[in-house]
């Protein structure tokens, strides 16, 4: 079946470094992709999306771009701030429920 | 901006007793979810409903849950006997009129402790 693969955390970066937190999918058909983010005593946000092949999400300096060839859809930013502190979880939709992965936890150092 | 909302935050509760827990989804929107999350674990999905009945369940949505829509904007799950193992964060989502294209929304969750 459909299933999401993220990087294990926790990730430690200082602030201003830069972001790579790593998802690859397997799915049948053409999953729409996405980032949630889990802030610490709060649910599921959504910080990014992208429907087809090589579209582009981005939001608050997040970015990750669907890759159909490597399967991928790779969370990115150019300098993390402590207040990115958080879960940041990547999913799929193929059909009409999302399939998470397990979750990164990043934390940022001041 | 329009919010899923869920209450309570918390539930705790003896093993073997009913809950419900409750959502409500953005006013428009006609697609209706649950989700959980184990402690330190995934979010997995548990079941889809519209139109008044549910279109998908996962295999963790066995005989002791129940989803109900009793009125135009609530949207609750009930176990009807909790077990230790339903300890969990339970999260509510809704999507508009394309459920196959439109982002889920979800609420800031109920975590539930059964003791």
């Known amino acids: 079946g459909d299933s999401v693969t993220q990087m294990e955390g926790p990730v430690t970066l200082s602030e201003e470094a830069f972001l790579t937190i790593n998802c690859t999918y397997t799915?049948?058909?053409?999953?729409?992709l996405f980032w949630y983010v889990q802030y610490p005593g709060e649910g599921l946000q959504l910080l990014l999306k992208?429907?087809?092949?090589?579209d582009k999400g981005s939001n608050k300096g997040f970015e990750a771009t669907y890759r159909k060839e490597t399967t991928s859809f790779h969370l990115e930013k150019g300098s993390v701030q402590v207040s990115d502190s958080a879960v940041y979880f990547c999913?799929?939709?193929?059909?009409?429920?999302?399939?998470f992965g397990k979750g990164t936890r990043l934390h940022i150092l001041p | 901006e329009p919010e899923v909302t869920q209450t309570p935050s918390h539930q705790v509760t003896q093993m073997g007793q009913e809950v419900i827990l409750r959502c409500v989804p953005i006013?428009?929107?006609?697609?209706f979810y649950w989700y959980r999350q184990i402690l330190g674990q995934k979010v997995e999905f548990l079941v889809s409903?519209?139109?008044?009945?549910?279109?998908?369940k996962s295999e963790i949505f066995d005989d002791q849950f129940s989803v109900e829509r009793p009125d135009g904007s609530n949207f609750t799950l009930k176990i009807r006997s909790t077990k230790l193992e339903d300890s969990a964060m339970y999260f509510c989502?809704?999507?508009?009129?394309?459920?196959?294209?439109?982002?889920?929304?979800f609420g800031p969750g109920t975590r539930l402790t059964v003791l």
């Open positions: 989502a809704s999507t508009g009129e394309q459920s196959f294209t439109d982002t889920q929304y």
């Open positions: 799915a049948t058909g053409y999953p729409s």
């Open positions: 992208a429907t087809k092949a090589d």
């Open positions: 999913a799929l939709r193929g059909d009409d429920k999302i399939i």
């Open positions: 006013s428009n929107h006609l697609y």
């Open positions: 409903f519209y139109n008044n009945e549910i279109s998908e």
